[in-house]
């Protein structure tokens, strides 16, 4: 069972992204404060979550946090600073727009870049210990999917509507016959082998 939050007694910011891995569009991250006595059956990280389970998970954890933000950094932005710099940015762009300053923050991960002078703690696989991490990572997930989505409509040989991005190997295909889109990340190596991983055409 998620614990809520790691400091109990500080208003405690989750925070989680999404798109690191992806040949496309943006990295997306999310910032949450919830409630002390936040629970929602189910909640977990959002990798282990179907996409039905998010989507129906996103407005209740929009509707009762205390605050939450969502931030973008796109594709061009990555290919200038690097995808773990973009990742950092993403969260500070999250955090930046709560409407309750936190006094402490908890990262998923190992390495996170300081916000301002908030504290923080980083979590090796947080969105699976603490719940204002796991709802972040709902949000991160979900308002992601829904730009991948968006754009999908416009770009439908990448098949992103169900790719989200990710290099499924139709995905790094299509890439390669008919070349990269305009929020493909160009640093990004379509043809590296250790992107033939698990990814599978549902992510």
């Known amino acids: 069972m998620l614990i809520n939050c790691y400091h ?8 989680d992204e999404a798109g690191r891995g992806c040949l496309a569009g943006p990295v997306v991250a999310a910032a949450v404060i919830l409630p002390k006595d936040f629970y929602l059956e ?9 996409h039905k389970q998010r989507d129906l998970m996103r407005p209740i954890i929009e509707q009762q946090a205390l605050a939450w933000g969502v931030g973008f950094v796109d594709h061009e932005e990555i290919d ?27 990262i998923d991960g190992n390495r996170f870049k300081k916000y301002n002078d ?9 969105d699976g210990k603490y719940l204002n991490i796991a709802a972040a990572s709902v949000l991160a997930k979900t308002h992601r999917d829904e730009y991948m989505d968006t754009l999908a409509t416009d770009f439908p040989h990448y098949n992103w509507q169900s ?14 016959e008919i070349g990269m889109s305009p929020y493909h990340r160009k640093t990004f190596n379509v043809s590296d082998p250790q992107l033939l991983i698990s990814f599978t055409e549902e992510v």
């Open 8 to 15: 109990t007694e500080l208003v405690e910011a989750g925070c």
């Open 42 to 50: 189910g909640l977990n990280d959002s990798k282990k979550l179907n």
């Open 80 to 106: 200038q600073i690097n995808i773990l710099n973009a990742s950092f940015l993403a969260m500070h762009r999250a955090i930046e727009k709560l409407s309750i300053l936190p006094q402490h923050l908890v």
């Open 118 to 126: 908030i504290p923080h703690c980083c979590i090796i696989k947080g």
């Open 163 to 176: 790719n989200k991005g990710y290099p499924t190997i139709a995905h790094r295909k299509a890439v390669m």
